[in-house]
Every structure is written in C-alpha cells, then in structure tokens.
C-alpha cells in the first residue's frame, strides 16, 4: 500500500468547512483513498472512500485530484464534535485478509 | 445494537498472567482484525482473519494468538503478560479487503 503525508495538525473554526489534506504521490492504479476518524478513547471510525472520482456521503466529502496523488477531506460544517484525528490510508483491493496500515494522521481541533 | 463487540473494556492485571479478550460482530462480515494503540497513539495491525486464513503482522511476539470459534468471533490471548503490553487493543470487522472496517470501542488493558 502507498505511503501517505498529511498534516501533523488543524484548527477550524465551528460552522466552517473543514479541510484536510493528504499526499500520497506513489499511489498505483488499483489503490483507494480511505478517510478514518478517531475521536478520543473510541475506536477510529470509518468516514469515506473513493478511486477516481469525487465521492460525497452524509459524514463528508472527498476530492481526489486527476493525477490521483493527492486528495482533500472536506467536512463541510465542523463542529466540535469532528475534533479528532483524521487517517488517509491508501489501500489496493486485492485479495487477502492484511490490515489498515495507519499513519500519523491530522489533529483537527475544532473551535468555538 | 453494537456492530463490533469487545470484552472486557477495560483489563488490569499483574505480569506474566494470561488473559483473553473476546470479540464479537453481528455485521456478517468475512474478516476481522487485531489492532493495537501503544502508548504514543500509533494504530497498528497485529492480525487479520479470513475464512481460516490468519496473517500476522511479523512484529507480534508468538504470546499473542487469535482464535475464531466461528466467523463471527475472534478472540485475542495473551501469554505471559509483559509490561509492554499495556496498550489498547482494537478489533475491527469487514466484509472484503477493499471494503470499510468497522472497530470496536477497544479495550484497554493495563500491566501492573
């Protein structure tokens, strides 16, 4: 699975729209982009996934580049319960049974 | 009604005792997860298990062994309990490689 770099850490204010972003330049043809949350002491929580396409669902937004190397969590009106620690994993959809690899991630703290 | 189940929530307990931690998932899902989060919050996946296939990250000491009573369970044992063991340790469900995982609340275990 390719690596990916995102920002150690993120303000917004409440009622904005949230964005976070995520490179991850060696991705390959078969792999998607996956956004996770972890809101403290609960376990992460899957938020949105694409391959090509922008993707949009109730929790958030993602735009993903043409050139599939980078890509951008949009949650469009934060508040202060999206404060949390934002995962983009990227993952191939081959077989097998082998985990999330998880990195760093981005500490979005929302503010009132 | 919960998903991704796990007991117990919490685990203290003195070294070089073994303990089990049980996990369960009503999602019908094929494959489940091990995780652990040390100390410094790093994610990382210990097991995955799918129709009787186990891949196991090769950093895992052999104290640590997965059992699936059936496709809906897959219980964690540890041998032998060291200090470094004190993590929390997540489970997570989900239906194929590609497909979003779904964890549980994680248990938090502590090595007196």
């Known amino acids: 699975d390719a690596k990916t770099t995102q920002p150690p850490s993120m303000d917004c204010a409440e009622g904005r729209a949230a964005n976070l972003p995520c490179n991850h330049s060696?991705?390959?043809?078969?792999?998607?982009v996956y956004w996770y949350r972890q809101i403290h002491s609960q376990g992460p929580q899957y938020i949105i996934h694409g391959l090509k396409n922008n993707e949009t669902n109730e929790m958030a937004s993602l735009i993903i580049t043409e050139d599939r190397k980078s890509s951008t969590l949009i949650l469009p009106h934060a508040t202060l319960r999206d404060t949390a620690v934002y995962y983009c994993?990227?993952?191939?959809?081959?077989?097998?049974?082998?985990?999330?690899?998880f990195g760093k991630g981005t500490h979005l703290i929302i503010q009132p | 009604d919960t998903a991704v189940s796990q007991t117990p929530k919490y685990l203290v307990t003195q070294m070089g005792n073994d303990k089990s931690i049980k996990c369960e998932q009503n999602?019908?899902?094929?494959?489940m997860y091990w995780y652990k989060q040390d100390s410094k919050k790093f994610l990382k996946i210990m097991f995955s298990y799918n129709n009787k296939e186990l891949i196991i990250n090769e950093t895992v000491p052999n104290r640590f062994s997965p059992k699936s009573p059936d496709k809906a369970h897959l219980n964690l044992h540890i041998n032998s309990l060291e200090l470094g063991d004190s993590a929390v340790y997540f489970c997570a469900s989900s239906q194929v490689r590609n497909q979003p995982q779904h964890f549980g609340d994680g248990t938090r275990l502590s090595i007196l």
């Open positions: 999602l019908g899902h094929d494959t």
């Open positions: 060696t991705i390959s043809g078969n792999e998607y």
């Open positions: 994993i990227v993952r191939g959809s081959g077989g097998g049974a082998d985990g999330l690899t």
